[in-house]
């Protein structure tokens, strides 16, 4: 109980919010509604910060050193502008209808996704470079010893770029990212790889399209023969949004139309709460959900929480 405990407070350190330079941004150019989303979000964030600057401002002894009181200032507040970046989630209920050698079909699976942007603007077109990681455990919990029996580590730099050439189109942005991605193992069972993709990210209403597509990063060393064959090229996702409830379907397949035809497919659900809390359901089947059984078929449900979607 401890462990999960220890777990659900890393994932609450990441509170979804935005800076104020993005909002004063979509107000120059025009797109009032994005700023005064953002503004709002800005808002709920500062209600939580002022009482720990109050903090700061009437109990921590000040010093004549400005910058020392800076530092000081940014640990109370805990303003480092670190954000959510995918779903952060907690899902103690996870079953794989295949039996597997070795390990029990029901386990924990939890995912801790942050992002941090590192400078604005630089190249002139309004983009945003972020440095991300991300992080997804499987944890067999209901064995005796409860060991951990897969993570999956993706840090990542990325570029932003808004599309602005025209208000109302589908396309709303675009991104380039170089990511590794690895297991931590050694030996036989070590997997890891690196990537190059573009993302595109689309709206329609309020379905939200992302497509990716990827290439991998020669390496003399292949962890992961064939990843191509099981993990394919790119892969689609499609967000549909009503009222407090956000329906996605990650899809993804190697175009190959013959036997050796491979895919996954996830769907994932979640509803509010409270704030900043969801309840999370989460189908998945196929290939490739984690880089240890990327040649392995899953068909597995999950539930659980969500503290950022």
Known sequence: ???????????????????????????KEG??????????????????????????????????????????????????????YKDNYFLPFTYDLNEKKGREQGEAKFQISFKKPITYNFFGLNETINIAYSQTSYWQIYKESAPFRETNYKPEIYVLFPYAKLEHTALKAYKISLMHESNGRENETSRS?????????????????????????????????????????GEIEIAHIYRDNIYKLRLRNNLRFNKDNKGFIEFNYSFAMRKNSFAYMQISSGYAESLIDYDKEINRISLGISLSR
């Open 193 to 233: 790889w690196n990537r190059v993709y573009i993302e595109g990210f689309f709206q329609v209403s309020k379905v939200f399209i992302s497509a990716k597509a990827w290439t991998r990063i020669p390496d003399k060393k292949d962890d992961n023969p064939h990843i191509y064959k099981y993990y394919g090229y």
């Open 1 to 27: 109980m401890k462990k999960i405990l220890y777990y659900i407070l890393i994932c609450l350190t990441f509170i979804n919010a935005n800076t104020l330079k993005e909002a004063q941004q979509l107000e």
């Open 31 to 84: 797109k009032y509604k994005e700023a005064n989303s953002l503004y709002k979000t800005l808002l709920k964030h500062d209600k939580i910060t002022k009482k720990q600057l109050d903090f700061f401002e009437n109990k921590i002894d000040k010093f004549d050193d400005k910058e020392t009181n800076l530092t000081i200032k940014q640990i109370i507040s805990s303003s480092f502008e670190i954000f959510p």
